[in-house]
């Protein structure tokens, strides 16, 4: 258990619909990535903030898909009119990021499984 | 742009045996490398990370790691393998306080 939760665990919804997966991170971490991982791939990088500003998006990152973390603590990634190609791990990632030299891991929460059928 | 390829897909290695997983990056600047373990259903594990320094790098459970710049390789060994090394593994390149790029992974898998 790296600290970092993310609920809900699994998740199986019909095409069309929406669904909000949330992250809560360890808590002086103030980054937060969001990751999509498929079958057999590696994690591939969607979004991040800084505190509560989102600082990157991926191409990835279509119009249907919204990130927010709006008190810098906890964030939310939403997917409108879900698509089988949505079917994934989503993967939440956190860090302290601090002055200085050394570089902060990432810590990762065990993901939600989303089911688009 | 960064980038990481590991080669191999799948690899089996007898319980005892020794085991390296390759890993190629392709980054502008000085690379923040990463090996990461992933078991079924559970979230990434850091298993060691390279910055600067000493290019052969020490980890957790055994494993290590060898930065060659000239190859653009980050190799993962470990001298004796144990049956709960069995997992997926992946290599990642990052910036600093930056997101990652991870490779496709390759998956040991431990023989008796």
């Known amino acids: 258990d790296t600290g970092v939760s993310q609920d809900p665990r699994h998740k199986i919804t019909k095409r069309g619909q929406n669904v909000t997966f949330r992250c809560d991170p360890i808590?002086?971490?103030?980054?937060l990535y969001w990751y999509r991982q498929t079958l057999g791939q590696g994690p591939e990088f969607l979004t991040y903030?800084?505190?509560?500003?989102?600082?990157?998006k991926s191409r990835l990152l279509s119009d249907r898909f919204s990130a927010e973390r709006p008190k810098g603590s906890f964030s939310t990634l939403e997917i409108q009119r879900t698509e089988q190609g949505d079917s994934a791990m989503y993967l939440c990632?956190?860090?302290?990021?601090?002055?200085?030299?050394?570089?902060?891991?990432?810590?990762f929460g065990p993901g939600t499984r989303l089911t688009v059928l | 742009a960064q980038s990481v390829t590991q080669p191999d897909i799948h690899i089996t290695v007898s319980e005892g045996a020794s085991l390296e997983l390759r890993c190629n990056y392709s980054?502008?600047?000085?690379?923040?490398l990463f090996w990461y373990v992933q078991s079924p259903g559970q979230g990434l594990q850091l298993l060691l990370k390279?910055?600067?320094?000493?290019?052969l790098v020490q980890g957790i459970k055994g494993f290590e790691a060898e930065f060659k710049r000239s190859q653009s390789s980050f190799n993962l060994r470990k001298p004796s393998v144990h049956w709960s090394d069995a997992a997926e593994y992946f290599c990642?390149?990052?910036?600093?306080?930056?997101?990652?790029?991870f490779g496709a992974g390759t998956r040991l898998t431990v023989k008796p």
């Open positions: 990632a956190t860090l302290v990021l601090a002055g200085g030299s050394s570089y902060n891991e990432q810590f």
């Open positions: 808590s002086e971490h103030n980054r």
């Open positions: 903030f800084q505190n509560e500003a989102q600082l990157e």
């Open positions: 980054y502008g600047a000085t690379p923040y």
């Open positions: 390279y910055f600067s320094g000493d290019t």
């Open positions: 990642a390149v990052g910036a600093w306080g930056g997101d990652m790029r």
